[in-house]
């Protein structure tokens, strides 16, 4: 039978990370536990409230109706615990050995990323930044749960889920290699536009999406030569043929500037709403000193860098 008095505080971070991760295994990873400790754990757990909690299946470690009831208090008291103990953490950037982690797109890595490393080298070396691409549909419960500090990117769905800072606002443009034939005054018409083959960047950045979907509101259909799922190999692409890509007016210069090739790089022939590019976290760890530091660090860093760009 539960009771205060034989309940030991870390079994119930272990029954926190099996409900959140599904996996005795993944449970123990985010713990620093072997399996076996994270087994013994929930034998103990088994014991206490009486109730197997957690039933192995095809798709994970499954809750039980009695740990799915559970779920709500225990996290209400793990997160209470670290409430208190943020009160008396003093974050030292310099002599800290924190891991944050946080999910960017591909196209954040490229151009956020470089900056932000920079700058953390600077002012924390020891600290370590984890970068992972979360789809959108699951960030929301990442932040909530302390899996992800932050989240960087164009990302409106979770406006009204979090906490967020407007970085900047990001236009899009058009790139092609340079050749004979090509406008030289930086526009294109929207015959010549329609009249390219174009690179469709399935890319998992919801500001793609937003483009395609203006394009489509508009009645223009461009003729999709190839569809790649990143940008990254996109300049070596367009350097090695007559193929036209629409993407962010940062990443172009980006390209540009990394000597990929001569590119030529053109305002769109029709109006596109420019798409914000935000900074996301939750409201529970907005007193975490840690993450509050690196946050202000991104904000200051790439706020700076929308307007100098």
Not at 1 to 30: C, H, K, P, W, Y
Not at 249 to 274: C, K, T
Request: aromatic share 8%.
């Amino acid at each position: 039978m539960a009771t205060f008095n034989n309940m030991d505080l870390n079994l119930l971070r272990v029954f926190q990370a099996i409900a959140d991760e599904r996996s005795l295994t993944q449970a123990g990873n985010r713990l620093h536990l072997s399996q076996p400790a994270v087994s013994y754990a929930l034998g103990r757990l088994r014991l206490i409230f009486e109730d197997p909690l957690f039933i192995r299946t095809k798709e994970g470690m499954q809750p039980t109706p009695t740990a799915v009831e559970l779920s709500k208090p225990i996290g209400r008291a793990l997160q209470a615990v670290q409430d208190a103990l943020r009160y008396a953490e003093r974050f030292d950037a310099a002599a800290s050995t924190r891991v944050f982690r946080a999910s960017m797109t591909d196209v954040a890595e490229m151009v956020f990323l470089p900056p932000v490393c920079q700058k953390l080298h600077e002012l924390a070396p020891s600290t370590r930044l984890h970068v992972e691409q979360v789809a959108s549909a699951h960030i929301e419960e990442a932040l909530r749960t302390g899996r992800l500090d932050f989240a960087i990117g164009s990302l409106p769905a979770l406006k009204p889920l979090t906490r967020y800072e407007l970085l900047f606002r990001e236009s899009y443009v058009c790139m092609t290699r340079q050749r004979d034939g090509l406008p030289q005054t930086g526009k294109l018409t929207l015959e010549e536009f329609l009249g390219m083959s174009h690179v469709l960047v399935q890319s998992a950045e919801s500001s793609h999406q937003q483009v395609e979907d203006s394009f489509r509101a508009l009645g223009i259909h461009r003729k999709i030569a190839l569809d790649i799922p990143h940008f990254s190999v996109l300049p070596r692409i367009l350097a090695r043929s007559d193929l036209a890509a629409t993407l962010p007016l940062r990443i172009a210069r980006l390209f540009q500037s990394e000597g990929h090739g001569e590119f030529m790089v053109y305002q769109l022939p029709v109006d596109i709403p420019a798409v914000d590019v935000t900074l996301h976290w939750h409201e529970d760890f907005d007193s975490d000193a840690g993450s509050s530091w690196l946050r202000q660090l991104i904000v200051d860093l790439l706020q700076e860098y929308g307007r100098s760009s």
